[in-house]
């Protein structure tokens, strides 16, 4: 039975990589084209990728586009989970529901439906746009994480804080939001990384400052290329090293 | 934790930047600032230019007209000095007033092949204000090894069964519907809607005998790694470049034709820096650079001047030989009103939704 | 503290979000359908746009490509998950699990894009699937994977996977062993157990990834677009080609609009495990 699990598991594990151990196999390829034969190993498309004014602007767009579009997700995921979780409000089910339903929208048609109505407002493609989108997108998700963690326990360390003469955004700066760290963290860390390879709401949002994933997609207009490899395995590589870190900080964090 | 993360990515930032600004901060009065198309980013073509004239070649890559004309929109006059653009749409920037008449005196016009020179759509006026530096085809690339030379003298062996399965078609309507309309033996400058009937029909024959209709990466995939031996709308931009470690990735235009593509360079009216600008042009139009801009890396073409210094193996890659041949055969990219383009892209749609 | 600021505070917290929900999530909608409505500045309605889509065959073949495909994408997901999340929270220790967890969704955090571009390799007929499949004897020869529907699928399948793995082994994780200890008590073997106790006790967590499963997969364009080498076209690839070329945003959003309504009869079908509970 043990076997059959590591079997199985082994499998799965295999096909989850597959695609990528290619992608980062041809990352270093010494050729010009990443397709076999594999002629490797050469870091000579690493040196193209950050040699590439587009790609390594992409790459700074995105990472601001990711913290701006995050943070202000978390900040309104967390403010409305704690005024529909702490307050009995008239029509609070519908409100939950409004806040959550995008979720179950295509990317394909936000963007539409918000370029459409930039449009009309004669809002331009810009990287703000794309931003818009993102928290659209990831708003739903912030706020259900952050809701689901909203107990009631909580409640009491807040009311022992107001009683102490504390004013209420000091009880949600002061109390509240460090009770609550894990689940601001984790929707934070979801975002970032919904955020950071989004590509069809970046790219009907943008023109010609852009995101990473929608330059890779221009380049890859002109046909093969292994530098995309290289920055798909360079993201990969930055990905590894934050999960690392999310888990050194998670261990630090733990009470002891 | 939070000020170690930020740190980091402040850092990773600042890195980025610094990599990508490299190029700005290092700027001097005499640099000079391209729009070009990807195949002008090679180190490989920038780097003799700028070692010899000492002075940096900052580029910027976009794709399509439409994209360049909106950049120079958003620019000031004097940020560009030169620009690559479709031959076709040298008038465009005309108009517009953006590009300096060029000195045919200093250009070396008599080398250039005759058929590619474009004088329609680069001279106006009596002054030239494009030049071409490189073309190519939409036609068909094929596997030497696998596909029979002679049947890929005629357009008639793709809308038969011999290599039906084998052929994939490239995703781009314009071109394709060129060479359907080749097919049936109609001009690609003469098309109107009472031909389109027949032009559907080709295609959906050509759809029936093909494995898939895919983009130029998936395309190139397709044909590199034996998925199909045919490429329908290729030529020597999508496989010649395959072509130096593969040798059987090979393209040839067909008795009946294939549709001509032209890249041109022009010198901005607004340029600050128009002695080194035309030097610039001088160098790529010279048979060095056309060698080098004919084999760049990101896609191959015919150099526009028949004098361009090919090794024997890169010319017969891209069959520079059989050039007057091929050229006497090509014809422009279809070039339709508003009207027959929406009625092109809905006989593409029902292609594509063919089973 | 007043009363009255008491009564504001909960209405300045919500409001914000609601507020951007509302412009940015609903007007939009807004303006999609009325895009959809009134195509080519004619005045009044027009209902051609969604007619077009009842009367063109290509169109109506697109909707059933998309559900048939979304379908078997979330229950060969869902048939893959289940027994990895079962072995990621049941059988590897704990201290490895979150570790054992990230490794499987690391992969994910290279680009989309280039990752089904690397797809079309590993399909190909000269690809690492067809020789293993041949050199294991399961195949006489190479068969074509690449620019199908199956190339689709494998491309989907193998994204849920790993979002269904996530959620029912959150599901899993929170179980208490309470159930099984009196499921034990009571006699039950470990299979009838599972069947009986777990398997339902684990259905919000299956329902969750399945709904997400199918939304995010009925409306992604690009899996389809670079693996299904055009060989049937799907929703959001039509619905890109309005836009693309012809800049036609009155079909477009028709289209939109339409792909969802059927979202939301999934929405509403699986209403009951998608609450959003409080601890």
Same mark, same amino acid.
């Given at each position: 039975?043990?076997?059959? *699990? $590591?079997?199985?598991?082994?499998? +799965?594990?295999?096909?989850?990589?597959?695609? !990528?151990? =290619?992608? %980062?196999?041809? @990352?270093?390829?010494?050729?010009?084209?990443?397709?076999?034969?594999?002629?490797?190993?050469?870091?000579?498309?690493?040196? *193209? $990728?950050?040699?590439?004014?587009? +790609?390594?602007?992409?790459?700074?767009?995105? !990472?601001? =586009?990711? %913290?701006?579009? @995050?943070?202000?997700?978390?900040?309104?995921?967390?403010?409305?989970?704690?005024?529909?979780?702490?307050?009995?409000?008239?029509?609070?089910?519908?409100?939950?529901? +409004?806040?959550?339903?995008?979720?179950?929208?295509?990317?394909?048609? %936000?963007?539409?439906?918000?370029?459409?109505?930039?449009?009309?407002?004669?809002?331009?493609?810009?990287?703000?746009?794309?931003?818009?989108?993102?928290?659209?997108?990831?708003?739903? +998700?912030?706020?259900?994480?952050?809701?689901?963690?909203?107990?009631?326990?909580?409640?009491?360390?807040?009311?022992?804080?107001?009683?102490?003469?504390?004013?209420?955004?000091?009880?949600?700066?002061?109390?509240?939001?460090?009770?609550?760290?894990?689940?601001?963290?984790?929707?934070?860390?979801?975002?970032?990384?919904?955020?950071?390879?989004?590509?069809?709401?970046?790219?009907?949002?943008?023109?010609?400052?852009?995101?990473?994933?929608?330059?890779?997609?221009?380049?890859?207009?002109?046909?093969?290329?292994?530098?995309?490899?290289?920055?798909?395995?360079?993201?990969?590589?930055?990905?590894?090293?934050?999960?690392?870190?999310?888990?050194?900080?998670?261990?630090?964090?733990?009470?002891? | 934790?939070?000020?170690?993360?930020?740190?980091?990515?402040?850092?990773?930032?600042?890195?980025?930047?610094?990599?990508?600004?490299?190029?700005?901060?290092?700027?001097?009065?005499?640099?000079?600032?391209?729009?070009?198309?990807?195949?002008?980013?090679?180190?490989?073509?920038?780097?003799?230019?700028?070692?010899?004239?000492?002075?940096?070649?900052?580029?910027?890559?976009?794709?399509?007209?439409?994209?360049?004309?909106?950049?120079?929109?958003?620019?000031?006059?004097?940020?560009?000095?030169?620009?690559?653009?479709?031959?076709?749409?040298?008038?465009?920037?005309?108009?517009?007033?953006?590009?300096?008449?060029?000195?045919?005196?200093?250009?070396?016009?008599?080398?250039?092949?005759?058929?590619?020179?474009?004088?329609?759509?680069?001279?106006?006026?009596?002054?030239?204000?494009?030049?071409?530096?490189?073309?190519?085809?939409?036609?068909?690339?094929?596997?030497?090894?696998?596909?029979?030379?002679?049947?890929?003298?005629?357009?008639?062996?793709?809308?038969?069964?011999?290599?039906?399965?084998?052929?994939?078609?490239?995703?781009?309507?314009?071109?394709?519907?060129?060479?359907?309309?080749?097919?049936?033996?109609?001009?690609?400058?003469?098309?109107?809607?009472?031909?389109?009937?027949?032009?559907?029909?080709?295609?959906?024959?050509?759809?029936?005998?093909?494995?898939?209709?895919?983009?130029?990466?998936?395309?190139?995939?397709?044909?590199?790694?034996?998925?199909?031996?045919?490429?329908?709308?290729?030529?020597?931009?999508?496989?010649?470049?395959?072509?130096?470690?593969?040798?059987?990735?090979?393209?040839?235009?067909?008795?009946?034709?294939?549709?001509?593509?032209?890249?041109?360079?022009?010198?901005?009216?607004?340029?600050?820096?128009?002695?080194?600008?035309?030097?610039?042009?001088?160098?790529?139009?010279?048979?060095?650079?056309?060698?080098?801009?004919?084999?760049?890396?990101?896609?191959?073409?015919?150099?526009?001047?028949?004098?361009?210094?090919?090794?024997?193996?890169?010319?017969?890659?891209?069959?520079?030989?059989?050039?007057?041949?091929?050229?006497?055969?090509?014809?422009?990219?279809?070039?339709?009103?508003?009207?027959?383009?929406?009625?092109?892209?809905?006989?593409?749609?029902?292609?594509?939704?063919?089973? | 503290?007043?009363?009255?600021?008491?009564?504001?505070?909960?209405?300045?917290?919500?409001?914000?979000?609601?507020?951007?929900?509302?412009?940015?999530?609903?007007?939009?909608?807004?303006?999609?359908?009325?895009?959809?409505?009134?195509?080519?500045?004619?005045?009044?309605?027009?209902?051609?746009?969604?007619?077009?889509?009842?009367?063109?065959?290509?169109?109506?073949?697109?909707?059933?490509?998309?559900?048939?495909?979304?379908?078997?994408?979330?229950?060969?997901?869902?048939?893959?998950?289940?027994?990895?999340?079962?072995?990621?929270?049941?059988?590897?220790?704990?201290?490895?699990?979150?570790?054992?967890?990230?490794?499987?969704?690391?992969?994910?955090?290279?680009?989309?894009?280039?990752?089904?571009?690397?797809?079309?390799?590993?399909?190909?007929?000269?690809?690492?699937?067809?020789?293993?499949?041949?050199?294991?004897?399961?195949?006489?020869?190479?068969?074509?994977?690449?620019?199908?529907?199956?190339?689709?699928?494998?491309?989907?399948?193998?994204?849920?996977?790993?979002?269904?793995?996530?959620?029912?082994?959150?599901?899993?994780?929170?179980?208490?062993?309470?159930?099984?200890?009196?499921?034990?008590?009571?006699?039950?073997?470990?299979?009838?157990?599972?069947?009986?106790?777990?398997?339902?006790?684990?259905?919000?967590?299956?329902?969750?990834?399945?709904?997400?499963?199918?939304?995010?997969?009925?409306?992604?364009?690009?899996?389809?677009?670079?693996?299904?080498?055009?060989?049937?076209?799907?929703?959001?690839?039509?619905?890109?080609?309005?836009?693309?070329?012809?800049?036609?945003?009155?079909?477009?959003?028709?289209?939109?609009?339409?792909?969802?309504?059927?979202?939301?009869?999934?929405?509403?079908?699986?209403?009951?495990?998608?609450?959003?509970?409080?601890?």
């Amino acid at each position: 039975m043990r076997a059959l *699990a $590591v079997i199985y598991a082994a499998l +799965l594990y295999g096909f989850i990589f597959l695609p !990528v151990a =290619v992608l %980062i196999l041809f @990352s270093f390829q010494a050729t010009s084209f990443p397709i076999p034969p594999f002629t490797g190993p050469s870091l000579r498309w690493y040196g *193209a $990728v950050l040699a590439d004014g587009r +790609l390594t602007a992409g790459l700074v767009n995105s !990472v601001f =586009v990711a %913290i701006g579009s @995050s943070t202000v997700s978390v900040l309104l995921g967390f403010l409305s989970a704690w005024g529909l979780a702490r307050f009995r409000l008239p029509g609070e089910a519908w409100m939950r529901g +409004l806040i959550t339903i995008p979720l179950t929208v295509s990317y394909l048609i %936000i963007g539409m439906g918000l370029l459409i109505m930039f449009n009309a407002i004669g809002l331009p493609k810009s990287l703000w746009a794309a931003g818009i989108g993102h928290v659209v997108i990831n708003l739903p +998700l912030c706020f259900a994480i952050i809701y689901s963690q909203m107990g009631d326990q909580q409640m009491t360390i807040e009311r022992a804080a107001r009683d102490l003469g504390a004013a209420e955004w000091q009880v949600l700066l002061l109390v509240t939001a460090p009770m609550l760290w894990p689940a601001l963290f984790a929707a934070f860390f979801l975002s970032m990384t919904f955020s950071w390879d989004e590509f069809v709401i970046s790219w009907l949002l943008t023109r010609f400052d852009t995101t990473l994933p929608v330059e890779i997609w221009n380049l890859m207009r002109s046909g093969l290329n292994p530098k995309t490899n290289a920055v798909g395995a360079l993201v990969f590589g930055v990905s590894i090293m934050l999960a690392i870190l999310f888990e050194l900080v998670a261990l630090r964090r733990r009470p002891a | 934790m939070k000020n170690l993360t930020r740190r980091i990515l402040l850092a990773a930032g600042v890195a980025a930047m610094a990599a990508a600004g490299g190029a700005t901060t290092a700027a001097q009065a005499a640099d000079l600032s391209a729009l070009v198309w990807c195949d002008h980013s090679d180190p490989n073509l920038l780097k003799p230019f700028e070692d010899a004239n000492g002075i940096k070649v900052n580029v910027k890559e976009f794709e399509g007209t439409g994209a360049g004309l909106a950049i120079i929109e958003q620019s000031q006059p004097g940020d560009w000095d030169v620009m690559v653009i479709d031959s076709i749409d040298v008038r465009r920037g005309v108009d517009k007033g953006l590009f300096a008449a060029l000195p045919e005196d200093q250009l070396p016009m008599a080398d250039i092949f005759p058929e590619v020179l474009m004088d329609a759509t680069t001279k106006f006026d009596g002054k030239r204000y494009g030049i071409t530096e490189k073309f190519g085809y939409n036609s068909i690339s094929y596997n030497n090894t696998k596909v029979d030379a002679a049947d890929m003298a005629t357009l008639a062996t793709l809308l038969g069964d011999k290599y039906k399965g084998r052929i994939a078609i490239y995703d781009y309507y314009l071109p394709v519907i060129g060479i359907a309309a080749m097919a049936i033996g109609k001009k690609t400058t003469e098309l109107t809607e009472a031909d389109l009937p027949a032009i559907k029909d080709v295609l959906l024959k050509m759809k029936a005998n093909s494995k898939a209709v895919t983009d130029v990466v998936a395309s190139q995939t397709a044909i590199a790694t034996g998925e199909v031996d045919i490429l329908v709308g290729g030529g020597e931009w999508v496989t010649a470049g395959l072509a130096r470690e593969n040798p059987a990735m090979d393209f040839t235009i067909p008795k009946e034709g294939g549709v001509l593509w032209s890249q041109s360079l022009a010198m901005f009216e607004a340029s600050k820096n128009k002695d080194m600008a035309l030097k610039f042009i001088q160098y790529v139009m010279s048979p060095e650079g056309q060698a080098r801009l004919a084999t760049s890396s990101c896609y191959w073409g015919m150099p526009a001047s028949q004098k361009a210094a090919l090794s024997d193996a890169d010319k017969k890659i891209l069959r520079f030989d059989e050039q007057p041949g091929f050229l006497a055969r090509a014809q422009p990219y279809p070039a339709p009103d508003e009207a027959l383009d929406k009625k092109m892209q809905d006989i593409w749609t029902e292609m594509l939704q063919a089973q | 503290m007043t009363a009255a600021t008491r009564s504001l505070a909960p209405w300045a917290s919500v409001g914000p979000a609601l507020a951007w929900t509302l412009a940015f999530f609903v007007l939009p909608f807004i303006a999609m359908a009325a895009v959809s409505l009134a195509p080519q500045g004619d005045d009044g309605l027009d209902l051609d746009n969604y007619r077009q889509f009842f009367v063109n065959a290509a169109y109506w073949r697109a909707m059933t490509n998309s559900l048939e495909v979304t379908a078997m994408v979330t229950v060969v997901s869902i048939l893959l998950a289940y027994p990895f999340a079962w072995i990621l929270a049941e059988i590897v220790p704990e201290r490895w699990q979150r570790l054992a967890l990230m490794l499987a969704v690391l992969p994910f955090w290279t680009s989309y894009l280039v990752r089904s571009y690397s797809w079309l390799l590993v399909l190909a007929e000269q690809g690492v699937i067809n020789a293993a499949l041949v050199d294991l004897g399961l195949l006489a020869e190479p068969v074509q994977l690449a620019n199908t529907r199956l190339a689709t699928v494998i491309g989907f399948v193998h994204f849920f996977v790993m979002l269904l793995t996530l959620t029912i082994f959150a599901n899993l994780k929170q179980l208490s062993p309470n159930y099984r200890k009196a499921a034990a008590d009571l006699g039950a073997g470990p299979v009838r157990t599972f069947i009986h106790v777990i398997l339902p006790l684990t259905l919000p967590g299956i329902m969750v990834g399945a709904f997400l499963t199918f939304v995010l997969a009925i409306g992604d364009y690009i899996t389809p677009q670079i693996l299904g080498g055009n060989n049937e076209l799907l929703m959001p690839q039509l619905i890109v080609m309005q836009v693309g070329r012809r800049g036609d945003f009155a079909s477009a959003s028709a289209l939109s609009l339409i792909l969802m309504a059927v979202v939301t009869v999934a929405y509403v079908a699986c209403a009951r495990w998608l609450k959003i509970e409080r601890a």
